[in-house]
T-cell receptor, first 116, second 113 residues
Framework: AQSVAQPEDQVNVAEGNPLTVKCTYS??????LFWYVQYPNRGLQFLLK??????LVKGSYGFEAEFNKSQTSFHLKKPSALVSDSALYFC??????????????FGIGTKLQVIP | DGGITQSPKYLFRKEGQNVTLSCEQN?????MYWYRQDPGQGLRLIYY???????QKGDIAEGYSVSREKKESFPLTVTSAQKNPTAFYLC????????????FGEGARLTVL
């Protein structure tokens, strides 16, 4: 069974500092990885995805993520955090190597707090 | 603009009543989904539909029902059999179930009074 772990319930970072939100995954085949952001009482907004190719993926709002196959990780990063980045971040995985419908599994989310 | 519309955003239900959450998309997506979000538990899949007139149970389908009579619509009914329905419900869609990311509506918060 596939799974996603987000080991930190909350990440605090000072405005202007780099941020990292961690994600590790487990799938039996090739992973299709996503990051989403959620603001209070709103839906999830897609940030970026990894399917294949370059291990560093760039997405919306200056975010990027690094895929590391050996460590089965897909950490979300941003060089300089903004107060407006404060939100709940979800990592998700889908196993592309299997046929038929393969559901998307979400992590439990990490709350990012950017301190002015 | 294309997107996914969930209505209403806030719903209140008395115990023993059924309630239906609406989800409409104009993205021409084939697949649609319903997720439930609870604090500290992430998103859990309730039902999904790959094509019109077909849908499948997800991980927590008990106490819920859906229909997919039109490509753009995927309403979710929370029945009285759902013992703990208070949650945030998210409707999503994608071009196909196997290969691309999901897009989500703004969500609906259901509270049982």
């Amino acid at each position: 069974a596939q799974s996603v772990a987000q080991p930190e319930d909350q990440v605090n970072v000072a405005e202007g500092n780099p941020l990292t939100v961690k994600c590790t995954y487990s799938v039996s085949g090739n992973p299709y990885l996503f990051w989403y952001v959620q603001y209070p009482n709103r839906g999830l907004q897609f940030l970026l995805k990894y399917i294949t190719g370059d291990n560093l993926v760039k997405g919306s709002y200056g975010f990027e993520a690094e895929f590391n196959k050996s460590q089965t990780s897909f950490h979300l990063k941003k060089p300089s955090a903004l107060v407006s980045d404060s939100a709940l971040y979800f990592c998700a995985v889908r196993d592309l190597s299997r046929g038929g419908y393969q559901k998307v599994t979400f992590g439990i989310g990490t709350k990012l707090q950017v301190i002015p | 603009d294309g997107g996914i519309t969930q209505s209403p955003k806030y719903l209140f239900r008395k115990e023993g009543q059924n309630v239906t959450l609406s989800c409409e998309q104009n993205l021409n997506h084939d697949a649609m989904y319903w997720y439930r979000q609870d604090p500290g538990q992430g998103l859990r899949l309730i039902y999904y539909s790959q094509i019109v007139n077909d849908f499948q149970k997800g991980d927590i389908a008990e106490g819920y029902s859906v229909s997919r009579e039109k490509k753009e619509s995927f309403p979710l009914t929370v029945t009285s059999a759902q013992k703990n329905p208070t949650a945030f419900y998210l409707c999503g869609s994608s071009m196909a179930t196997g290969s691309v990311e999901l897009f989500f509506g703004e969500g609906a918060r259901l509270t049982v009074l």
